[in-house]
């Protein structure tokens, strides 16, 4: 055997712990030993997968008679590319970027590396009810493309306190509402409020559902309220549904929240090799990266038929809160799609449903209003939608 042979050979045992490393997950959960288990997912499987990569490099240089640093460095400058597009492209990438196919792939890999603020602990808290809200006080949040700073009011919302007294406009709404990835006075429903000169009150927690949104609601002053103003996404889909058929919320314990704020601690700190890692990850298992395209970026309503009736089904309960007039609008990730608020008033003028109105961001937001990375409208959308949604707001209420 020469001695290209025996390189290959242990290049074939170094890509098999990539694989181990990569693809089995499972390999390092250790029933009832969480500090165990914690050590191994921590270090020993994203150091390990590295460790494996490089020693690839090397044995496949060998095998072809190369420098064993060559192939090593190409591993090197691959991770290096996603460092520097994920973290720096938005500074340099023209604005048509954000269209190709190309920046699909970083968008889906820096989806799944970035942090979420429900489960970063300096900035959230576990509710019995709602499982989280986010925590009062001032904070900090940032991915890719921002980092911007969060006052929380003592219900747990990113306003404050004076706008917990008598609101006139209550904004319900997920990730959209709250702001993410702006700054607070950038958000639409503070926008909103600057250019009404109406007290409002915005709600929006990061992943809540309509069924949480309601259950806020229900913690907050109704009585001087003239509307209401509802930011569907498609991730209520599921809560909704669930909700409904079970005529509860989840039931979600302190060690579930506790166990989701240690794992999001993974995603604030860069470990040699992690956006390779989930580059060959999301290759291998074939998941689909969000691209450009208008069908790959609208909602999985096709999973939840009943989702129309599931949300008016908790706007009848919101309305045994408060009857005022309702606005409804919706935002999808790094796409808005123009027919899913046509459905919803479509279902509404069938059903007879009253003192609803509705705004279709759809033709409003376009790619110029989202990040490059991140599925989130930025301070330029938060403008617009803050616009039509006055607009609509005027109409409505005389």
Request: glycine content about 6%.
């Amino acid at each position: 055997m020469t001695k290209s042979q025996k390189y290959l050979i242990g290049a074939v045992l170094a890509l098999f712990g990539v694989v181990i490393f990569a693809f089995r997950a499972d390999l390092f959960i250790i029933p009832n030993r969480p500090g165990v288990t914690a050590m191994l997912q921590d270090w020993v499987q994203p150091y390990g997968f590295g460790l494996c990569l490089l020693l690839l490099g090397y044995l496949l240089s060998k095998s072809f008679n190369l420098k064993g640093w060559v192939f090593m460095l190409v591993f090197v400058v691959w991770e290096l590319v996603y460092v520097v597009i994920l973290n720096f492209g938005a500074g340099f990438l023209p604005e048509k970027a954000k269209l190709s196919r190309w920046l699909a792939h970083f968008k889906g890999v820096a989806l799944d590396n970035r942090s979420m603020i429900q489960f970063q602990e300096e900035s959230a808290r576990y509710d019995n009810e709602l499982f989280y809200t986010l925590k009062p006080g001032h904070s900090h949040f940032k991915s890719f493309e921002f980092k911007t700073s969060y006052d929380v009011n003592p219900l747990g919302v990113r306003d404050d306190a004076a706008s917990l007294e008598h609101p006139a406009v209550i904004f319900l709404g997920d990730s959209f509402t709250m702001g993410w990835g702006v700054e607070q006075d950038q958000s639409f429903p503070a926008v909103f409020e600057q250019k009404s000169g109406l007290k409002c009150l915005s709600t929006g927690v990061s992943s809540y559902g309509t069924a949480r949104e309601f259950r806020m609601l229900a913690r907050t002053q109704t009585d001087s309220l003239k509307a209401i103003i509802i930011q569907f996404h498609d991730t209520d889909l599921e809560e909704n549904d669930y909700y409904i058929k079970n005529k509860r919320l989840g039931s979600r314990t302190q060690a579930d929240f506790d166990a989701q704020v240690a794992d999001n601690k993974k995603y604030t700190k860069w470990i040699p090799f992690k956006y390779l890692r989930t580059a060959l990850v999301k290759a291998v298992a074939s998941v689909k990266a969000p691209d450009a395209t208008e069908a790959a970026l609208k909602g999985n309503s096709k999973e939840f038929p009943a989702f129309l009736s599931d949300f008016y089904s908790i706007l009848a309960e919101i309305r045994q809160i408060t009857p005022v007039p309702v606005i409804l609008t919706y935002t999808g990730s790094f796409y808005t799609d123009p027919a899913m608020i046509e459905k919803f008033e479509a279902y509404a003028k069938e059903h007879g449903v009253k003192d609803i109105a509705f705004v279709n961001l759809g033709p409003v937001l376009n790619h110029e209003d989202y990040f490059y990375f991140d599925d989130h409208i930025n301070a330029h959308g938060h403008q617009k939608v803050a616009d039509a949604l006055l607009a609509r707001y005027h109409e409505v209420i005389k």
